[in-house]
């Protein structure tokens, strides 16, 4: 299985769903997203993002949402996500 369908389904798991539901969620948000294919396997896309560190995904996201460069910005471990300039390290981390 695809690195990037074990990381969500350990996710789920975490939340409390079942393996069996908890792959069934991962594997059709997955193909909607394009990060797998109609056969289960990774997609150019889906490998790029299963070898990206929380840190690189975090700031992929900001430059998606944002603009700019992953240069720009900053990671906040504390609740996973990017930003430029100071990092406020008071935030409580996301569950």
Same mark, same amino acid.
């Given at each position: 299985? @695809?690195?990037?369908?074990?990381?969500?389904? /350990?996710?789920?798991? &975490? *939340?409390?769903?079942? *393996?069996? /539901? #908890?792959? $069934?969620? #991962?594997? /059709?948000?997955?193909?909607? +997203?394009?990060?797998?294919? /109609?056969?289960?396997? $990774?997609? +150019? =896309?889906?490998? $790029?993002?299963?070898?990206?560190? @929380? $840190?690189?995904? #975090? =700031?992929?996201? #900001?430059?998606?949402?944002?603009?700019?460069?992953? +240069?720009?910005?900053?990671?906040?471990?504390?609740?996973?996500? &990017?930003? =430029?300039?100071?990092?406020?390290? =008071?935030?409580? @981390?996301?569950?």
């Amino acid at each position: 299985m @695809p690195k990037i369908v074990e990381r969500l389904v /350990s996710k789920l798991e &975490a *939340k409390g769903i079942n *393996k069996s /539901s #908890a792959y $069934a969620i #991962a594997i /059709s948000q997955m193909k909607k +997203s394009g990060n797998i294919d /109609s056969k289960g396997k $990774a997609t +150019s =896309k889906g490998v $790029a993002i299963g070898n990206m560190t @929380p $840190a690189e995904r #975090a =700031k992929d996201r #900001a430059v998606k949402s944002n603009g700019g460069k992953v +240069s720009d910005y900053k990671y906040n471990g504390k609740n996973n996500t &990017a930003v =430029k300039g100071v990092i406020n390290t =008071k935030v409580k @981390p996301r569950k």
